[in-house]
């Protein structure tokens, strides 16, 4: 601070004057200074809100919890408030007994509370051929992660006596407008990860987020995880949907589409300093960023500041957990000089993050989901950090 400076020399009214009573806000609120940190439209992406997608602000957040109030939405149909007292989930197909329960049903059952990333398919999709947008929101801000409560639908399942032998395949299908349905293949039930959940961060889910019943598919692309859920069938063949046959397929460069590509490859991205952002001056900074596998456990960053010629490996903050988002941190002393900064990590499978060239080698340039291509930023002189591709 400067010499004489006011903040410390003259008195606020904060240190002066009584402050706001308790429950001013009986649901809090965060400070009004922070009131830029919103979830946000691409400008242009979509022609209706309703379908539509509001991205998380992931350069102003720290660790690897989303504030659920942040919690990216996407909807094919727009969002209600559902009235739980009216909410059912019906399981039928091939089981012993079908059965209907109602949200008090559910809430009885015996419940866990898992931490997990949900990642839209079309996470980053709009880089598939050049850059194509300016900030970390918008490349990759269809991330967020939250503990979720609610039962293994594996336990309902059992209740219900389904045929696991030839049962091989669930459909979940949501309440609202859009005829979300979604195959789901048995063994992720059978390892109990996938939840029927209502609960996200301690508190039910919020309204945008599926309330009051969601699945969770931890690993799997976000589609998947269907909101506002109302029915589960347990079948012996994959569906073939709408959003399975005609959406969430992926156009190789041969022209063919590659189907039920569900799991989320390993992925990360520098959240600060990101696209957008200023660096004020040379010197220290600390590069954060998160990382992410649908496969498991993060179990390494690597950190480039010379756009991919050097690496160092960056700190994984506590906790890392499958499935989930996990936290890295590198010290940085910039030297006033111009740099490209990018991450790669590596999960438990052994597979590692792949760079621009690598994945369109693959997959090729005129995809839309699976996007998980090393994420490049770039700083200038002025301190400028902009978002560029390196192959
Ligand atoms: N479930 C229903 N019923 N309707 C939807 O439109 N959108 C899906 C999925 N589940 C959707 C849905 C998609 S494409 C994604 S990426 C995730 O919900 C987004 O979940 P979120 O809005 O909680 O972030």
């Known amino acids: 601070a400067v010499q004489g400076d006011p903040a410390i020399l003259e008195l606020p009214s904060w240190s002066t004057t009584l402050g706001m009573p308790v429950a001013a806000n009986p649901y809090g609120l965060p400070s009004r200074y922070e009131r830029a940190l919103q979830r946000r439209e691409s400008p242009g992406l979509t022609r209706v809100g309703g379908s539509s997608v509001s991205f998380t602000p992931l350069q102003g957040l720290f660790g690897i919890i989303t504030p659920s109030g942040l919690h990216f939405e996407r909807h094919h149909q727009g969002w209600h408030d559902v009235d739980p007292a009216r909410h059912r989930l019906m399981i039928n197909g091939l089981v012993k007994t079908q059965a209907v329960f109602t949200m008090d049903d559910i809430m009885r059952l015996p419940s866990v509370s898992r931490i997990h990333f949900i990642e839209c398919g079309a996470n980053t999709g709009m880089e598939w051929g050049n850059v194509a947008v ?29 045929d696991y032998k030839k049962g091989r395949y669930v459909l979940a299908e949501g309440a609202d407008g859009s005829s979300m349905t979604r195959t789901i293949p048995m063994e992720l039930i059978e390892s109990g990860e996938v939840l029927v959940a209502y609960g996200m961060n301690g508190e039910m889910l919020r309204p945008e987020n599926g309330y009051p019943l969601r699945l969770v598919v931890p690993g799997v ?7 506002w859920l109302r029915r589960i069938e347990v079948g ?28 989320q490859e390993c992925k990360s ?24 596998s649908g496969r498991g456990k993060v179990t390494r960053v690597d950190v480039s500041t010379d756009g991919g010629i050097n690496w160092r490996q960056a700190r994984l903050e506590t906790p890392v957990l499958s499935k989930a988002s996990t936290r890295f941190n590198i010290d940085w002393v910039w030297d006033g000089k111009p740099a490209i900064l990018q991450s790669r990590a590596v999960d438990d499978s052994g597979y590692v993050q792949p760079g621009y060239g690598q994945l369109r080698a693959a997959r090729g340039t005129r995809s839309i989901y699976h996007n998980n291509a090393i994420q490049s930023w770039k700083v200038v002189e002025s301190g400028e950090v902009s978002n560029v591709q390196v192959l």
């Open 269 to 292: 991205v520098i959240t600060t300093p990101s696209g957008g952002q200023l660096l004020l001056d040379k010197g220290f900074y600390n590069i954060s960023g998160l990382a992410w």
């Open 221 to 227: 692309q976000g589609v998947s995880w269907v909101k």
């Open 134 to 162: 300016p900030t970390v929101q918008y490349s990759h801000g269809m991330l967020s992660c939250s503990e979720f409560t609610g039962v293994p639908l594996k336990e309902i399942l059992d209740m219900c006596g389904a």
């Open 236 to 263: 012996d063949q994959p569906w073939a949907s709408k959003d399975e046959a005609v959406h969430y397929i992926d156009l190789m460069p041969d022209g063919q589409h590659r189907q039920y590509s569900s799991i």
